[in-house]
């Protein structure tokens, strides 16, 4: 075959093995694994990452949502979690901390809201979230927390920050600007 013709059949088989990430909005079927990178520019994607079945590791996930509107549902089990979610303007994230260690960052564009419910954990979570003007973070705790909770949280003017948990780790760091 001549090269350009391989060219043009090995971009037609990328093309092919991309195009249904891609190709209609709603919910992303994500491939398991513990290392999972995901990117999207249809608008009003639903990306799911749910570790709540996984004992031990570390597992990761990485999304960016380029087309605006998109959800980040993310749920973190007892393993070691590291899940970043990166979107345009207008997302939404929604997170659910587990009993391990996890690390959540989040960044968005304006007029975004971050909804985040602390498990029962006696492991480090730890938040770096930044957002652009008219964002809302809501936090609220559905289990006991004895763990360690570290906020790094920048937001644009005109957004508004609720922090409803009581932390009783030994280190519980917040940081907070907008």
Not at 19 to 37: C, D, E, H, N, Y
Not at 56 to 79: I, K, M, P
């Given at each position: 075959?001549?090269?350009?013709?391989l060219l043009v059949a090995g971009l037609l088989?990328?093309?092919l093995i991309v195009a249904p990430f891609g190709a209609t909005a709603g919910t992303l079927s994500i491939p398991s694994g513990k290392q999972v990178s995901v990117v999207n520019a249809t608008p009003s994607t639903v990306f799911l990452a749910n570790t709540t079945s996984i004992g031990n590791g570390t597992v990761s996930y990485n999304f960016v949502g380029s087309g605006g509107n998109d959800t980040f549902q993310l749920a973190a089990g007892n393993a070691s979690n590291v899940?970043?979610?990166t979107g345009l303007l207008s997302n939404s994230f929604n997170l659910t901390t587990g009993?391990?260690?996890?690390?959540?960052?989040?960044?968005?564009g304006p007029y975004s809201n971050f909804t985040i419910?602390?498990?029962n954990f006696t492991g480090t979570q730890t938040f770096a979230i930044s957002g652009g003007i008219n964002c809302v973070l809501n936090e609220t705790t559905i289990g006991p927390i004895s763990g360690n909770a570290l906020w790094s949280v920048n937001l644009g003017t005109n957004s508004t920050v609720s922090l409803a948990s009581s932390f009783t780790g030994n280190q519980s760091t917040i940081?907070?600007?907008f």
């Amino acid at each position: 075959m001549k090269p350009t013709l391989l060219l043009v059949a090995g971009l037609l088989g990328l093309f092919l093995i991309v195009a249904p990430f891609g190709a209609t909005a709603g919910t992303l079927s994500i491939p398991s694994g513990k290392q999972v990178s995901v990117v999207n520019a249809t608008p009003s994607t639903v990306f799911l990452a749910n570790t709540t079945s996984i004992g031990n590791g570390t597992v990761s996930y990485n999304f960016v949502g380029s087309g605006g509107n998109d959800t980040f549902q993310l749920a973190a089990g007892n393993a070691s979690n590291v899940f970043v979610a990166t979107g345009l303007l207008s997302n939404s994230f929604n997170l659910t901390t587990g009993g391990g260690n996890s690390t959540f960052s989040l960044s968005s564009g304006p007029y975004s809201n971050f909804t985040i419910a602390l498990g029962n954990f006696t492991g480090t979570q730890t938040f770096a979230i930044s957002g652009g003007i008219n964002c809302v973070l809501n936090e609220t705790t559905i289990g006991p927390i004895s763990g360690n909770a570290l906020w790094s949280v920048n937001l644009g003017t005109n957004s508004t920050v609720s922090l409803a948990s009581s932390f009783t780790g030994n280190q519980s760091t917040i940081n907070l600007v907008f």
